[in-house]
Nanobody, 115 residues
Framework: QVQLVESGGGLVQAGGSLRLSCVAS????????MAWYRQAPGKQRELVAT???????NYADSVKGRFTISRDNPKNTVYLQMNSLKPEDTAVYYC?????????WGQGTQVTVSS
């Protein structure tokens, strides 16, 4: 079992930056791919970025060039650096540990970008 705890959300003006963190429990973090998802009100949850155990990354087109996902395996932590934030980035952001048997999910952290 893996528990994920996100932090770092908040209210920011358009053009600003935030860094989200997600700390994982357990001893499998270094061998499991991780991801950030987000869900805006009235919309489906969408994939924002993924990072492999070897730190290969992929991004949704909507955040490419603005967001950066990274991981620190000794700290069991994955980050999402979000720059040039837009009002449409407003959502609850979720950390996920990706497994074929089903993902582990964090509780989510709210990001609100004001115009």
């Amino acid at each position: 079992q893996v528990q994920l705890v996100e932090s770092g959300g908040g209210l920011v003006q358009a053009g600003g930056s935030l860094r989200l963190s997600c700390v994982a429990s357990g001893n499998i973090f270094s061998v499991i791919p991780m991801a950030w998802y987000r869900q805006a009100p009235g919309k489906q949850r969408e994939l924002v970025a993924t990072i492999s155990p070897g730190a290969s990354t992929n991004y949704a087109d909507s955040v490419k060039g603005r967001f950066t996902i990274s991981r620190d395996n000794p700290k069991n932590t994955v980050y999402l650096q979000m720059n040039s934030l837009k009002p449409e980035d407003t959502a609850v952001y979720y950390c996920a540990a990706l497994r074929r048997a089903g993902n582990y999910w964090g509780q989510g952290t709210q990001v609100t970008v004001s115009s």
